[in-house]
T-cell receptor
């Protein structure tokens, strides 16, 4: 079946611009996670959704970052007033339920470059 | 707090040789441990996971890892490397309480190169 998809695969923007990154999780998966992977680093947690609500947004670096999941399926990560330091690969993952034992399935990521 | 340290950002082996990728964790509560593999331009794929059952865990593609509580380690091994194993490998830890369920804490990754 279809896996987690993310669009766009690449996004180049200028400093100060607004961007939206989209994640389509596996159908039926209630848990959705966003991670950010900077060059030479492992993925770092940003935010977690259980259904429509953001259950944990403690990983968001500042208030320029925001994410929504209005219908409990597709999620959008929004970044305002982008900075060069926001350049990274943004990963989305979903799992059947929020559990340490349920496998998280990752999308291919969106590579964001801020010039 | 939870964290993972992967020793060696780059590992090179010859085809047919033993693969050993090292991972040490820190956790104040019993951990759940994972190894993910990332091929170029692909998403992270789960290789194997330890969820408090057997300490020796077998995964896909001939990989296995052993949970050693006394050493706080979860090293990944494969007896005989194949060219197709060349990729980046990430160790991760999660916990069942005191944190978002399922939230993964990743190491910095180890790039595995396999020489013919």
């Amino acid at each position: 079946g279809a896996g987690v998809s993310q669009t766009p695969s690449n996004k180049v923007t200028e400093k100060g611009k607004y961007v939206e990154l989209r994640c389509d999780p596996i159908s039926g998966h209630t848990a959705l996670y966003w991670y950010r992977q900077s060059l030479g680093q492992g993925p770092e947690f940003l935010i977690y959704f259980q259904g429509t609500g953001a259950a944990d947004d403690s990983g968001l670096p500042n208030d320029r970052f925001f994410a929504v999941r209005p219908e409990g399926s597709v999620s959008t990560l929004k970044i305002q007033r982008t900075e060069r330091g926001d350049s990274a690969v943004y990963l989305c993952a979903s799992s059947l339920a929020p559990s340490v034992t349920d496998t998280q399935y990752f999308g291919p990521g969106t590579r964001l470059t801020v010039l | 707090a939870q964290s993972v340290t992967q020793l060696g950002s780059h590992v090179s082996v010859s085809e047919g040789a033993l693969v050993l990728l090292r991972c040490n964790y820190s956790s104040s509560v019993p951990p759940y441990l994972f190894w993910y593999v990332q091929y170029p331009n692909q998403g992270l794929q789960l290789l194997l996971k330890y969820t408090s059952a057997a300490t020796l865990v077998k995964g896909i593609n001939g990989f296995e890892a052993e949970f050693k509580k006394s050493e706080t380690s979860f090293h990944l091994t494969k007896p005989s490397a194949h060219m197709s194993d060349a990729a980046e490998y990430f160790c991760a830890v999660s916990v069942s309480r005191g944190s978002t369920l399922g939230r993964l804490y990743f190491g910095r990754g180890t790039q595995l190169t396999v020489w013919p």
